[in-house]
Nanobody, 123 residues
Framework: VQLQASGGGSVQPGGSLRLSCAAS????????IGWFRQAPGKEREFVAA????????SYADSVKGRFTISRDRGKDTMYLQMNSLTPEDTALYYC?????????????????WGQGTQVTVSS
């Protein structure tokens, strides 16, 4: 199983980025997926999750209204659209596949993890 995250980079405050995460070797169809992030010197934190069918989404309070999680079941790919970025969003972003059809913020509920893609927000 491989999760290949991409789309990270450097952006100025107020800018946008779209992260992608493509899965191979494992069908995502019936599992929730999520994004987490870890900033230097901080613990990994939940960012967003989406259910297997895309009907249910959840977000960390810090990103609500700015980030949007989505998935393309036909392509086994997940996305994280990030708008109005701030320096506090700087982190290594990880995609993850849940053990269940609906998942929340607990990292223990995710079974597969991508390698991470770096997002840096600075002026």
């Amino acid at each position: 199983v491989q999760l290949q995250a991409s789309g990270g980079g450097s952006v100025q405050p107020g800018g946008s980025l779209r992260l992608s995460c493509a899965a191979s070797g494992f069908p995502l169809d019936y599992y929730a997926i999520g994004w987490f992030r870890q900033a230097p010197g901080k613990e990994r934190e939940f960012v967003a999750a989406i259910s297997w069918n895309g009907y249910y989404t959840s977000y960390a309070d810090s990103v609500k209204g700015r980030f949007t999680i989505s998935r393309d079941r036909g392509k086994d790919t997940m996305y994280l659209q990030m708008n109005s970025l701030t320096p506090e969003d700087t982190a290594l972003y990880y995609c993850a596949v849940s053990r269940q059809a609906v998942a929340g913020p607990g990292a223990d509920g995710y079974r597969y993890w991508g390698q991470g893609t770096q997002v840096t927000v600075s002026s």
